[in-house]
């Protein structure tokens, strides 16, 4: 079986997200993709993140109507700091058998070598890169270095670049516009019902 792993702040989740999951799930045959909640990032210290409760609530919600995708709360339910080399062990210990698919973007492969064991990360599962804006010059000459530095493997998703963020989304919000169409409708019901990323609180 090949699962694939998104994982993410998801604050808040949105379409983006949503579709770069299923793109990758058609095009590398993936069984399932597990949306994997972070509880505290490690760099994203400075960042307003909401409460993990609420995050992976919006997860569950977007994905509701997707039989591929489920959500874990590995992560978010984890007390201080989680590493995605601990993430990943804990997943092949728990799917042995199987194939890890790690997604991520292009800002994040550039990143990766100064995460937490990244050869550890490399040795568990694959890599599958989708483009970022300001990330996309000279990515092929990345993942080549990459592959040759970690001995990794590394698939780059045929994608469309997306323009919407998680922190473009709770920029409108916070300025009273609309995010309609960038998430979910399930999800910004959500956000409003609990009052999330409001005009004078971020948090």
């Not at 201080?80 to 092949?92: E, F, N, P, R, W």
């Not at 492969?109 to 890169?129: D, H, R």
Request: proline residues 4%; glycine residues 4%.
């Amino acid at each position: 079986m090949k699962i694939g792993i998104m994982g993410g702040t998801f604050n808040p989740i949105h379409n983006a997200h949503l579709m770069i999951a299923e793109l990758a799930r058609d095009e590398f045959g993936l069984d399932k993709v597990i949306f994997m909640t972070s509880g505290t990032p490690p760099h994203k210290k400075d960042e307003p993140v909401i409460d993990a409760v609420h995050r992976l609530n919006m997860v569950r919600l977007a994905i509701s109507e997707n039989p591929y995708f489920e959500s874990s709360d590995l992560e978010a339910a984890k007390e201080g700091y989680s590493y995605t080399a601990d993430t990943l062990a804990y997943l092949k210990a728990l799917y042995p058998d199987d194939e890890l698919m790690f997604i991520i973007g292009s800002d994040s492969l550039f990143a990766m070598s100064t995460w937490y064991q990244p050869e550890k990360i490399m040795s568990l599962c694959a890599i599958l890169v989708f483009e970022r804006d300001g990330f996309d010059e000279n990515l092929q000459t990345k993942i080549d270095e990459m592959k040759a530095l970690y001995k990794a493997e590394i698939f780059l998703i045929h994608a469309p670049k997306f323009e919407i963020s998680s922190s473009m989304v709770r920029e409108r919000l916070k300025e009273g516009k609309s995010a309609r169409y960038m998430l979910p409708d399930c999800v910004l019901s959500y956000i409003a019902e609990n009052e999330l990323y409001k005009r004078d609180d971020l948090h």
